[in-house]
């Protein structure tokens, strides 16, 4: 699927070593391994292959699933507010879920939004009239018609351009970022060993 990360997360594979100490105290309950929430399933894939079985991912968001539209069951929103970090897209990419975000960093979550770490393009006037990109990345495959994009008709694609995965040096600094957060919200984690 995102086979040009493979050998960027290979390259940071010694952070597996560093992460071993996330269980920790403040990172868990009652000696429970820590649990990361994720939203969409490009940046569960992420950090699954970041941090590996030495912490519990879980991704909100199938892949098929429209991040535009997507809304959280109960179950997603308990695990989302329970969650010891939230990582999310950022920019509105995950128009239905801004609320429990809110909720979920107001009950004490951490939050860490990818777009905070990126290079920030902005839409064009005439971009995504046809939603070719879209294509690209599983959150949109499973669409029965991609000519029309009814499920995008009332999207408003102006400002921040929310799709910067397919891009692996945006990636780079995403997952560098990524590494930061976890080391400060997860565990206590030796810097020295980075």
Same mark, same amino acid.
């Given at each position: ?124 006037? +005439? *971009? $995504? #009239? !046809? =939603?070719? &990109?879209? %294509?690209? /990345?599983?959150? @949109? +495959? *499973? $669409? #029965? !018609? =991609?000519? &029309?994009? %009814?499920? /995008?008709?009332? @999207? +408003? ?38």
């Amino acid at each position: 699927m995102f086979n040009f990360l493979r050998p960027l997360l290979i390259s940071i594979a010694s952070l597996s070593l560093v992460l071993t100490a996330c269980g920790g105290e403040e990172a868990s309950t009652a000696g429970d391994t820590a649990m990361v929430v994720v939203s969409t399933n490009i940046l569960g894939d992420v950090v699954e292959q970041l941090v590996g079985d030495q912490l519990v991912v879980e991704t909100i968001m199938p892949p098929g699933a429209d991040p535009h539209a997507f809304q959280a069951s109960a179950k997603d929103v308990d695990r989302m507010t329970k969650a010891d970090v939230l990582i999310t897209n950022g920019a509105g990419f995950e128009e239905g879920l801004l609320d429990v975000f809110n909720s979920a960093q107001s009950d004490g979550v951490p939050l860490f939004e990818a777009m905070s770490f990126v290079r920030v393009l902005e839409f064009a006037a +005439d *971009d $995504h #009239d !046809d =939603h070719d &990109d879209h %294509d690209d /990345h599983d959150d @949109h +495959d *499973d $669409h #029965d !018609d =991609h000519d &029309d994009h %009814d499920d /995008h008709a009332g @999207h +408003d694609h102006s400002g921040a351009d929310p799709h910067f995965f397919s891009d692996p040096v945006q990636m780079i600094s995403v997952v560098e970022a990524l590494v930061d957060f976890l080391i400060a919200n997860v565990g206590d984690l030796d810097a020295d060993l980075l």
